[in-house]
């Protein structure tokens, strides 16, 4: 049975939801703060955690960051407001969903399975995996999700490294940022393709020593992305 940690300062809400997901055949734990969340996580193994952004104590943005320092678990960010504010700083911390109340149980349930498979289809693959690959100065790791870049280690989401990954396994093809959602984040009627633009954007912060002029990670206009191979 799948352990879901949920943290809403909405307790009506969070019962109504834990109570759904628990018929559903998943072990929904619920925390009501910040710190809450965090000591709980902190003791625990999950395999998909569901925040709320606003909580009494603290962000959900801040446990989210927290939360992605530590572990890959899948995270699915709650709030009551719909602006892209939140949800570009949400899914920039590491989050790998978003969904604005009002919602339905269904709707969440599904998204939760769906992330829940494919973290654990990547999880199998990564075992699978036991090479690093080498593109000049930037090496990456597929069996330890690391990328070091001059030998220094770097500090990539699981979703950045997913994205910088499957485009370095594929060189000098070109793809859509619609074809990058499906294939990292799995599913193409749930969240925002503009999401794979802030983490394209964040990774070259990260691999490129000059953004506006990247070598690794290139933009073809009207198009998507590619990923090239330095001479």
């Known amino acids: 049975m799948d352990k879901i940690l949920l943290v809403d300062d909405e307790i009506e809400l969070a019962k109504m939801i834990q109570d759904y997901l628990n018929h559903e055949g998943f072990d929904v734990c619920v925390k ?17 955690i569901i925040l709320d952004i606003n909580l009494p104590d603290g962000s959900g943005l801040d446990l989210c960051r927290y939360i992605r320092d530590k572990s890959d678990v899948p995270i699915i960010m709650l709030s009551a407001r719909s602006g892209d504010v939140d949800k570009i700083m949400g899914l920039g911390l590491g989050s790998d969903d978003y969904i604005t109340k009002p919602f339905s149980a269904s709707e969440l349930s599904a998204r939760i399975r769906a992330h829940i498979h494919r973290y654990n289809r990547l999880s199998s693959q990564k075992s699978e995996h036991k090479k690093s690959k080498r593109f000049k ?38 793809f859509t940022r619609e074809q990058l959602f499906d294939q990292i984040w799995g599913f193409d009627d749930f969240g925002d393709i503009n999401t794979v633009t802030v983490h394209i954007k964040k990774i070259r912060e990260k691999i490129e020593t000059n953004t506006k002029k990247p070598i690794y990670i290139k933009t073809v206009w009207g198009v998507g992305y590619k990923f090239e191979i330095p001479e």
């Open 137 to 174: 100065d930037l090496v990456i790791d597929e069996e330890a999700y690391e990328v070091f870049l001059h030998d220094e280690k770097l500090s990539l989401t699981a979703k950045e490294f997913q994205i910088l990954n499957y485009l370095s396994n594929h060189p000098n093809r070109v």
């Open 32 to 48: 009501n703060t910040f710190s809450e969340g965090k000591d709980f996580f902190d003791n625990n193994s999950f395999q998909a």
